[in-house]
C-alpha cells in the first residue's frame, strides 16, 4: 500500500540484506518514522512497545528476530533463546508462536554456517506468504461487499471495523481491510466507520491514516457509537481481524470486538472475521482458554495526541491515583460470527466450517470442542 504515494510494505530488508527496518507504528499517524532493527532483542522490543503490532506482523516481526540472533550466533541453544525470548513478548497472537514454530521447522538440520541465510530467506517467505494469504482474503471478502452493493444500487456499501486489521497489521493489504480495498479499487462505492478503538486508538491513529492514505471514503466513531449506528440501519457490515481462532470458531481479537458482536447480532448486521489460516489455533478447543493480555494500567489513564503546536503529548485523563483495569483483548463467542474470511474462502464459525476448508486438521490435533 502507499504512503503519501510511496509504495510501503510494514517490515523489509535493507538491499543488502540488514538490518531489518519497521515502520515505528507508535510515531503514527503524526509522522512517518522508521526504526533499523539489529539484534534480536531490538525485534522483542518492537514487539512489546508495539513498534510493530498486527497479529500477522508480530509473527513475521518474530521470525525476523530469530533470523537477526542466527546471524550473531547461529548454536542451537541460540536459537532456542531467541524462540523463548520473542514467544514471551506478547501473548494473544497465535500467529507470534505460529511464525517462531515455522522458523524452528525450517532451521532444523540446517547447519549452522547455513543458518543466517536460511533464516532470512524462511523470514522472507513468511512476509511474502502472508501478503498472498491477504490478497486472498480480499478477494473472498470483496463477494461479501459486492452482493450487498447490489441490493443498494449508487450508494455505498457501509462496513464498520474495529482497532486496525489493515495493512500496517500484516504485511499488506490487512485482513479485515483486503476486502475494502478490493472493493474500492473495483470501483464499488464503500465507506467505512472507524472505531478509535481505546484506550491505544489503533482505529483513529491507524486505521484512518491508511483509509485516508488509500483515499477510501471513511468516519471516525467512538466506540460507544457503534451499537447505536448499527441500529439505526447505517451499517451494512461488519468486519473484524482477529488474534487468535480457536478450533471451534471462538474469536479473541481487540478489547471492545465482542460489544460490537453483541450489537451486530442484535440488530442482523452481519458480523465477518477475516484472517490468514496463521490465526487458526488448532489446538485451542475453544476462546475461553485464549490468553488475554492485560497491559500497562497507564494506556487507560492517558491520552496521546498531536498539540495545537504540533507537538505530541500524553495527557492524564483521570484523578490522580486512579485504578484502571487494561485486558487488550476479548473473545466473541462463534455464536455470533456470522462467517470467517480465510485465504481458502468463507466458512462458517464452527469446528466444521473450519474443518471443510483444512481438511489438512481432520485428524491429529487436540480435540474440538
Ligand atoms: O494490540 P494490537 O494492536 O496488536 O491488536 C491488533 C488487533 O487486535 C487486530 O485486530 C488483530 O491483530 C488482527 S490484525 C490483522
Given at each position: 500500500m502507499n504512503i503519501n504515494g510511496k509504495a510501503m510494505r510494514t517490515i523489509w530488508v535493507k538491499p543488502d540484506g540488514f538490518p531489518v527496518e519497521i515502520i515505528d507504528q507508535t510515531a503514527l499517524p503524526h509522522a512517518l518514522k522508521t526504526v533499523a532493527l539489529k539484534t534480536c532483542d531490538d525485534a522483542a522490543y518492537a514487539i512489546q512497545a508495539m513498534l510493530v503490532r498486527g497479529a500477522p506482523l508480530i509473527g513475521v516481526t518474530a521470525a525476523y528476530g530469530v533470523a537477526l540472533a542466527m546471524r550473531e550466533d547461529a548454536s542451537d541453544s541460540s536459537l532456542d533463546e531467541a524462540i523463548t525470548l520473542l514467544a514471551a513478548q506478547r501473548p494473544t497472537a497465535v500467529n507470534l508462536r505460529w511464525a517462531l514454530d515455522q522458523m524452528r521447522g525450517a532451521l532444523a538440520g540446517i547447519p549452522n554456517e547455513e543458518r543466517p541465510r536460511a533464516a532470512f530467506k524462511f523470514a522472507a517467505k513468511l512476509a511474502t506468504d502472508d501478503v498472498e494469504m491477504c490478497r486472498k482474503i480480499g478477494a473472498h471478502g470483496l463477494e461479501i461487499i459486492k452482493k450487498i452493493a447490489a441490493s443498494k444500487p449508487g450508494q455505498p456499501v457501509n462496513i464498520l471495523t474495529h482497532c486496525n486489521a489493515g495493512w500496517l497489521a500484516c504485511i499488506d493489504w490487512g485482513t479485515a481491510t483486503a476486502p475494502i480495498y478490493q472493493a474500492h479499487n473495483a470501483g464499488i462505492p464503500v465507506h467505512v466507520f472507524v472505531d478509535e478503538t481505546r484506550p491505544r486508538n489503533q482505529g483513529a491513529s491507524l486505521t484512518a491514516f491508511e483509509l485516508a492514505q488509500a483515499g477510501v471514503p471513511h468516519t471516525l466513531i467512538c466506540d460507544n457509537a457503534g451499537g447505536h449506528y448499527m441500529q439505526s440501519g447505517v451499517v451494512d457490515l461488519v468486519i473484524t481481524g482477529t488474534d487468535r481462532v480457536a478450533a471451534n470458531g471462538d474469536v479473541a481479537n481487540k478489547i471492545g470486538t465482542y460489544l460490537k458482536a453483541l450489537a451486530a447480532f442484535d440488530n442482523d448486521v452481519p458480523f465477518y472475521v477475516a484472517l490468514p489460516s496463521?490465526?487458526?489455533?488448532?489446538?485451542?478447543?475453544?476462546?475461553?482458554d485464549i490468553p488475554i493480555e492485560e497491559r500497562s494500567a497507564d494506556e487507560v489513564l492517558h491520552v496521546a495526541g498531536r498539540l495545537a503546536n504540533g507537538q505530541v503529548a500524553s495527557v492524564a485523563i483521570?484523578?490522580?491515583?486512579t485504578k484502571a483495569g487494561n485486558p487488550a483483548f476479548d473473545m466473541t463467542p462463534a455464536r455470533l460470527v456470522t462467517g470467517l474470511i480465510t485465504e481458502r474462502g468463507i466458512c462458517n464459525a464452527t469446528p466444521d466450517g473450519l474443518l471443510t476448508l483444512y481438511p489438512e486438521h481432520r485428524s491429529g490435533g487436540s480435540a474440538v470442542a
Amino acid at each position: 500500500m502507499n504512503i503519501n504515494g510511496k509504495a510501503m510494505r510494514t517490515i523489509w530488508v535493507k538491499p543488502d540484506g540488514f538490518p531489518v527496518e519497521i515502520i515505528d507504528q507508535t510515531a503514527l499517524p503524526h509522522a512517518l518514522k522508521t526504526v533499523a532493527l539489529k539484534t534480536c532483542d531490538d525485534a522483542a522490543y518492537a514487539i512489546q512497545a508495539m513498534l510493530v503490532r498486527g497479529a500477522p506482523l508480530i509473527g513475521v516481526t518474530a521470525a525476523y528476530g530469530v533470523a537477526l540472533a542466527m546471524r550473531e550466533d547461529a548454536s542451537d541453544s541460540s536459537l532456542d533463546e531467541a524462540i523463548t525470548l520473542l514467544a514471551a513478548q506478547r501473548p494473544t497472537a497465535v500467529n507470534l508462536r505460529w511464525a517462531l514454530d515455522q522458523m524452528r521447522g525450517a532451521l532444523a538440520g540446517i547447519p549452522n554456517e547455513e543458518r543466517p541465510r536460511a533464516a532470512f530467506k524462511f523470514a522472507a517467505k513468511l512476509a511474502t506468504d502472508d501478503v498472498e494469504m491477504c490478497r486472498k482474503i480480499g478477494a473472498h471478502g470483496l463477494e461479501i461487499i459486492k452482493k450487498i452493493a447490489a441490493s443498494k444500487p449508487g450508494q455505498p456499501v457501509n462496513i464498520l471495523t474495529h482497532c486496525n486489521a489493515g495493512w500496517l497489521a500484516c504485511i499488506d493489504w490487512g485482513t479485515a481491510t483486503a476486502p475494502i480495498y478490493q472493493a474500492h479499487n473495483a470501483g464499488i462505492p464503500v465507506h467505512v466507520f472507524v472505531d478509535e478503538t481505546r484506550p491505544r486508538n489503533q482505529g483513529a491513529s491507524l486505521t484512518a491514516f491508511e483509509l485516508a492514505q488509500a483515499g477510501v471514503p471513511h468516519t471516525l466513531i467512538c466506540d460507544n457509537a457503534g451499537g447505536h449506528y448499527m441500529q439505526s440501519g447505517v451499517v451494512d457490515l461488519v468486519i473484524t481481524g482477529t488474534d487468535r481462532v480457536a478450533a471451534n470458531g471462538d474469536v479473541a481479537n481487540k478489547i471492545g470486538t465482542y460489544l460490537k458482536a453483541l450489537a451486530a447480532f442484535d440488530n442482523d448486521v452481519p458480523f465477518y472475521v477475516a484472517l490468514p489460516s496463521s490465526t487458526i489455533d488448532w489446538t485451542m478447543p475453544s476462546g475461553k482458554d485464549i490468553p488475554i493480555e492485560e497491559r500497562s494500567a497507564d494506556e487507560v489513564l492517558h491520552v496521546a495526541g498531536r498539540l495545537a503546536n504540533g507537538q505530541v503529548a500524553s495527557v492524564a485523563i483521570a484523578p490522580p491515583g486512579t485504578k484502571a483495569g487494561n485486558p487488550a483483548f476479548d473473545m466473541t463467542p462463534a455464536r455470533l460470527v456470522t462467517g470467517l474470511i480465510t485465504e481458502r474462502g468463507i466458512c462458517n464459525a464452527t469446528p466444521d466450517g473450519l474443518l471443510t476448508l483444512y481438511p489438512e486438521h481432520r485428524s491429529g490435533g487436540s480435540a474440538v470442542a
